[in-house]
């Protein structure tokens, strides 16, 4: 999927990014003139990007399916300060081995999205501690402090609800904004970076940027933002139960990640074919315009899509075809996790302790509600009795099924 570098705009709004521009008219100029570079920055604050990353990921994608040259920023020096947008309290600080960590993690997710070559539109990743680890504090202050006002920086949305709110914010959060300013100068200078692209969370710190660039060198700099992602039903992207959706395949298995999209709400169909696949929008139309049962299908394609894009295809068929066994044909599919039961438990392991192990439910009074409201079945037959001990005869052919719900199952094996 390839368009001209003019049609970016009009290439992010038809897939349903709405972009909002610092400078729409000054950009299209820009992109009139032939190839630019863009950036996008991601934190490191775990070891791996969630679904909530995605639209900003697929942003740094479009862009290079446009003919332009992406950069993902991972932040190795802004991740030890830690954003404070739109948050009530302080990130928690993070050793120089958590960040290593995370910053590998990071990169894995990253490297799913965008084509790393020596083209002209090669994707390009950089972590802005290279610039930033190494600048002293009196340089930074001569370098950019002036072109940053106390007066400014209470103005920016992030700061004022904060501050609304009667959150502390420290001082160490205040410079976030001048090192993300400081950051889009330098890829100015190294890459020729005239582009930063990113969540509307950040547009008051683009603008710093934007701002920077201007006052001080002359840099014409733009900023793209898309509106924050929720659900029909008004959840953040990205959180299910409370937990977020990782694009780790070994945080979220691809099964339960494929689940994730299986499961969305009827009026997110459309929305979410435009934003996270690549599929014709011929056929993004006909499948949103399904109704009653068949919308369901509609679901299973976006699944599939959305876990091919990140896992690869082959593990998006295998965790369709798993679905299809259990939900279709009443079989476990080989792809469903896993728990497996010692010997030693055999006959002593009561069914609350192991809803818990299998991730149903965080405490033993959550797992309590949960069988006592008829929420829990083994091998499809409602559990009533709290008390219940997992002995062998629940046992066929060496597991047991264990479900919550519809939708969420887990294969018990006896070691």
């Known amino acids: 999927m390839t368009h001209a570098p003019s049609d970016l705009l009009h290439f992010l709004a038809e897939r349903g990014h709405a972009p909002t521009c610092t400078d729409e008219e000054g950009l299209k100029k820009e992109l009139a003139k032939g190839v630019i570079t863009g950036y996008c920055g991601f934190d490191p604050t775990a070891d791996s990007l969630h679904v909530g990353h995605m639209a900003q990921l697929m942003l740094l994608r479009r862009l290079q399916q446009c003919g332009h040259r992406p950069i993902a920023l991972v932040g190795g020096a802004t991740g030890r300060i830690g954003d404070p947008s739109f948050r009530d309290t302080s990130r928690p600080m993070l050793t120089d081995d958590q960040l290593a960590h995370n910053l590998a993690g990071l990169k894995q997710d990253i490297s799913k999205f965008l084509r790393f070559d020596d083209s002209a539109t090669g994707a390009i990743l950089v972590d802005n501690y290279d610039w930033l680890g190494g600048i002293g504090y009196i340089e930074m202050l ?55 692209i990113s969540g509307m969370d950040q547009w008051g710190n683009m603008i710093q940027g934007v701002e920077l660039g201007r006052r001080k060198y002359g840099f014409e700099l733009f900023g793209v933002v898309q509106p924050l992602l929720t659900t029909s039903a008004g959840v953040k992207m990205g959180k299910s139960a409370g937990n977020a959706v990782w694009l780790n395949g070994e945080k979220k298995t691809p099964y339960d990640f494929w689940q994730y999209w299986r499961n969305c709400e009827d009026g ?13 929008l011929d056929e993004v139309k006909r499948l949103e315009a399904l109704q009653d049962r068949e919308i369901n299908n509609a679901k299973k394609i976006l699944a599939t899509e959305v876990t091919a894009l990140v896992h690869g295809r082959a593990a998006a068929e295998a965790a369709a075809k798993t679905a299809q066994e259990t939900f279709e044909k009443g079989a476990l599919g080989a792809d469903l996790p896993v728990l497996a039961l010692e010997s030693a438990q055999m006959g002593t392991m009561g069914i609350i302790d192991l809803v818990i192990s299998a991730g149903f439910a965080s405490s033993r009074g959550d797992a309590r509600k949960l069988i006592q409201g008829g929420g829990i079945r083994i091998n499809d037959e409602k559990v009533a009795d709290p008390q219940l001990i997992i002995a062998a005869p629940l046992f066929k052919n060496g597991e047991l099924k264990l479900s919550k719900g519809q939708k969420s199952i887990v294969r018990v094996k006896a070691a």
């Open 268 to 280: 997110d169909i459309g929305r979410w074919l435009r934003l996270f696949t690549e599929l014709p």
């Open 142 to 196: 001569q370098e950019v402090g002036a072109h940053f006002t106390i007066n400014r920086m209470l103005t920016m949305e992030s700061v004022k609800l904060r501050l609304e709110r009667e959150q502390p914010m420290t001082f160490l959060e205040f410079n976030y904004m001048i090192m993300q300013g400081y950051d889009f100068v330098e890829l100015k200078k190294r890459y020729n970076c005239s582009l930063q």
